[in-house]
């Protein structure tokens, strides 16, 4: 007489154990693609909840003079360029303030390159990631990939990605020269992000 229920509900048991471990292979694996090594995700299971919109704004301060420059070139343009530099780099680990002044608040750095890429104008292309060192982004990054003509009012580059807190990030930045010294080359450029991230 007791066989009937404990064998109803070791059935049960078994039953609700097999969709239980079968819905988390779902959730986990995702759906399969003919690909082996590609599969699609459950964004939940990442932390990815709603996407927000934040502005960040601080001054990028480019120092190629001076005893601890934060520019330094890496590739010196060919002998036979055109006045614009075309083809040289340098390499950037540029403060990144809140104020425009260098002696403001320190808010992380912009670590990167920065290339010639225009042999009719002063035309960069921009490779560089903003590495924050304040509050809850410490240790996040946003990165930027895009063209800067160096003389326009307002430059726009877009956000292409993140690491920490600004994980699948996307967006644009909009860069305006606050400070440019002909003579060193030194500038103080004010940006503004738009990220979206989660």
């Known amino acids: 007489m007791e066989r009937a ?21 779902i959730l986990v694996a995702g759906k399969e693609t003919p690909d082996s090594f590609a599969r699609t995700a459950d964004r939940k299971l990442y932390g990815l909840r ?24 890496v590739v010196p343009p060919p002998m036979n360029t055109s006045t614009t530099a075309f083809g040289s780099v340098r390499m950037i680990d ?19 390159f920065y290339a010639q ?4 104008e002063v035309g960069l292309l921009m490779a560089m990631n903003f590495a924050f060192i304040e509050g809850k982004y410490n240790g996040s990054t946003i990165t930027v990939l895009g063209r800067n003509v ?13 690491s920490g807190l600004f ?10 020269t606050h400070k440019l010294d002909l003579k060193t080359g030194d500038a103080t450029v004010e940006y503004n992000i738009y990220v979206l991230h989660y």
């Open 50 to 73: 709603k996407e927000k919109l934040s502005h960040f704004r601080f001054y990028w301060h480019d120092i190629l003079t001076g005893p601890n420059p934060s520019s330094v070139q």
């Open 150 to 162: 160096v003389f326009s009012e307002m430059r726009e580059m877009p956000v292409i990605g993140g």
């Open 117 to 120: 890429a225009s042999q009719e």
């Open 94 to 112: 540029n403060p990144l303030t809140l104020g425009p002044k260098l002696s403001s608040k320190c808010v992380g750095k912009a670590q990167g």
């Open 5 to 25: 229920p404990i064998l109803a509900n070791a059935t049960q048991f078994i039953i609700i154990s097999f969709l239980a471990s079968t819905f988390a292979v």
């Open 167 to 176: 994980r699948f990030a996307r967006g644009y930045v909009q860069a305006r």
